[in-house]
């Protein structure tokens, strides 16, 4: 049953009227359950007319003492904070695009942008929630071939122009032609 100090502060609120004008589905149900016990029902009757737990009614309640019926939304979720905001998308782009430059040889991995993350932006990722960003962002978090940083492009050319017609290295343009 509910103590009398909580039933004084249910008094000032018309629950109904809250919950008619109310859009999200879940605090109007929140609502309901307090307009409920303000006619003096149970929480045991309240929640089986909401088809919610009995630990849940009394949680809202809880809530509304704490803090009124503007607390009645629920808790912030702890991952809502942890999301790259969308005014940093753009210097997050360029930052994987430099580490990648950087890098020389082999590829960015998604533990290094985690880090990344982690270090320039201050958001804490997972590998799975960084692959996503990624594809969100429209990068591609895995690189062609990783080239060597001992390659030199200018043998690699006069390599490719010393082959000879009906060698394997040229197969594509026998196919070709």
Same mark, same amino acid.
């Given at each position: 049953? @509910?103590?009398?100090?909580?039933?004084?502060?249910?008094?000032?609120?018309?629950?109904?009227? @809250?919950?008619? &004008?109310?859009?999200?589905?879940?605090?109007?149900?929140?609502?309901?359950?307090?307009?409920?016990?303000?006619?003096?029902?149970?929480?045991?009757?309240?929640?089986?007319?909401?088809?919610?737990?009995?630990?849940?009614?009394?949680?809202?309640?809880?809530?509304?003492?704490?803090?009124?019926?503007?607390? #009645?939304?629920?808790?912030?979720?702890?991952?809502?904070?942890?999301?790259?905001? &969308?005014?940093?998308?753009?210097?997050?782009?360029?930052?994987?695009?430099?580490?990648?430059?950087?890098?020389?040889?082999?590829?960015?991995?998604?533990?290094?942008?985690?880090?990344?993350?982690?270090?320039?932006?201050?958001?804490?990722?997972? @590998?799975?929630?960084?692959?996503? @960003? #990624? &594809?969100?962002?429209?990068?591609?978090?895995?690189?062609?071939?990783?080239?060597?940083?001992?390659?030199?492009?200018?043998?690699?050319?006069?390599? &490719?122009?010393? #082959?000879?017609?009906?060698?394997?290295?040229?197969?594509?343009?026998?196919?070709?032609?």
């Amino acid at each position: 049953m @509910l103590s009398q100090q909580i039933i004084d502060q249910f008094q000032p609120y018309d629950f109904d009227r @809250l919950a008619r &004008k109310e859009k999200d589905g879940r605090r109007r149900l929140r609502l309901i359950a307090l307009a409920h016990l303000k006619e003096g029902k149970s929480y045991l009757e309240v929640a089986a007319a909401l088809h919610a737990c009995r630990h849940a009614v009394m949680r809202w309640v809880q809530w509304f003492t704490a803090g009124g019926v503007a607390r #009645l939304a629920g808790l912030p979720h702890d991952w809502s904070t942890q999301r790259l905001a &969308k005014e940093h998308e753009e210097a997050f782009r360029q930052a994987v695009e430099q580490l990648q430059r950087e890098r020389g040889g082999g590829r960015v991995r998604g533990e290094d942008i985690r880090q990344l993350l982690a270090r320039q932006f201050g958001v804490a990722y997972s @590998l799975n929630g960084v692959y996503d @960003l #990624l &594809k969100r962002l429209g990068l591609v978090w895995i690189s062609a071939r990783a080239v060597s940083p001992y390659a030199d492009p200018v043998a690699q050319a006069e390599f &490719k122009k010393k #082959l000879r017609p009906g060698s394997r290295g040229n197969a594509a343009a026998r196919h070709c032609a």
